[in-house]
């Protein structure tokens, strides 16, 4: 009887970790080549409860391609971190845009309950 409950028990919980080990293993883009300088896009005008999530260089089928800036929706208390590619002992690696607690209104990295000008469009 122990035994079917162990094996029962071993089976169950191989179940609830394959997802966990899929999603620890997605593919990293890694490349050599730099992507190309960001395209300039004009926002659109500000929409209630979205935010803008610029347009950001792909990397697809050996090549770099522009994904276009969209909409979305807003989280309270969050704000979206663009995609962006970091380099990496020559290597550039894609990281992807999300959600980050606080809110940081002109992208200093300063939360704005701590900033004396959340709103700087000229930062440094």
């Known amino acids: 009887m122990f035994k079917k409950i162990l094996v029962a028990a071993l089976v169950a919980s191989s179940f609830g ?3 966990l ?3 620890a293993q997605q593919r990293a883009i890694v490349i050599t080549q730099p ?5 300039e896009e004009q926002m659109p ?4 409860g979205k935010e803008w999530a610029p347009g950001h260089w792909a990397y697809r089928h050996g ?3 522009w994904v276009r ?3 979305v929706g807003a989280r309270r208390g969050m704000h979206w971190v663009p995609d962006r590619w970091v380099e990496r002992d020559g290597r550039w690696e894609l990281v ?3 959600w980050a607690r606080g809110r940081d209104r002109d992208g200093d990295g300063v939360p ?5 000008r959340p709103n700087n469009p000229n930062r440094s």
């Open 112 to 116: 704005n309950r701590f900033d004396r």
């Open 96 to 98: 992807a845009g999300h």
């Open 63 to 65: 090549e770099y391609v």
């Open 69 to 71: 800036g969209h909409w």
């Open 45 to 48: 005008r500000a929409r209630h």
């Open 17 to 19: 970790a394959a997802p």
């Open 21 to 23: 080990i899929a999603s």
């Open 35 to 39: 992507p190309p300088p960001p395209r």
